[in-house]
């Protein structure tokens, strides 16, 4: 089976814009989506779960979004963070410009949507938030996780929805067992939020 659309760095997809409204903690927003994005269409339950259980965001530092898509984790971070700088990352260009554009016309100014190769090396996060793209596979995903999770802060934390048909209570098992603190802060409507601290120091 092919990867979705939504997963090419270069979407062809001949665009088909719409728009999606959220309720956040600061009231309504909505966001410009189209064709060749994650859940394009409508908001993904997981990702309204992820939002109800963002839990404390800090008020500065870098704060990351993992897999941004068109922008919804990132949006609500970067308006419950003014002082922070948010990190929205992806690998399609088409999510990274919605999400720019998201950015722009709510005045977010905090918010950088960037590949992986934009983040500076020294940058540490506050905070990692992902509805991670866990269709890529075990492997790839695991790399992915581990390899922003060892950019956390000291005491920083991350936390993932991942649904629990995809396989969330192994990639828990997985996390804890590669030395990554992990505990579930809620499952609701087939979805866990893991909550995942950086690993302990050999
Ligand atoms: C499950 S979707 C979540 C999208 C968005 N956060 C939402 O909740 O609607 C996962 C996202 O990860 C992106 N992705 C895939 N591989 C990635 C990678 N290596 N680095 C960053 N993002 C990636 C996909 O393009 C997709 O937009």
Not at 7 to 27: C, E, K, M, N
Not at 49 to 75: F, I, M, Q, S
Not at 128 to 154: E, F, Q, V, Y
Request: one cysteine or more.
């Amino acid at each position: 089976m092919g990867q979705p659309q939504y997963f090419q760095s270069h979407p062809d997809a001949p665009s088909r814009p719409g728009r999606i409204a959220l309720q956040l903690a600061g009231g309504r927003v909505e966001l410009e989506t189209d064709a060749a994005v994650f859940s394009a269409r409508r908001l993904d339950p997981g990702t309204e779960v992820l939002l109800r259980n963002l839990g404390p965001v800090p008020p500065e530092g870098h704060l990351l979004d993992l897999g941004c898509g068109y922008g919804p984790v990132a949006v609500a971070l970067a308006l419950a963070a003014p002082a922070a700088t948010v990190w929205a990352l992806d690998t399609n260009q088409r999510a990274l410009e919605l999400t720019r554009r998201n950015a722009e016309s709510l005045g977010l100014a905090n918010l950088r949507a960037a590949v992986e190769g934009d983040v500076g090396g020294e940058v540490r996060f506050a905070g990692m938030w992902s509805n991670p793209p866990i269709r890529i596979g075990k492997p790839a995903l695991h790399g992915l996780l581990t390899g922003w999770l060892d950019r956390l802060a000291p005491s920083a934390w991350a936390r993932l929805v991942v649904q629990k048909h995809l396989g969330s209570d192994s990639l828990a098992r997985w996390l804890e067992a590669e030395g990554y603190p992990t505990r579930r802060v809620t499952s609701e409507n087939a979805y866990r939020v893991l909550e995942v601290g950086g690993r302990a120091a050999a």
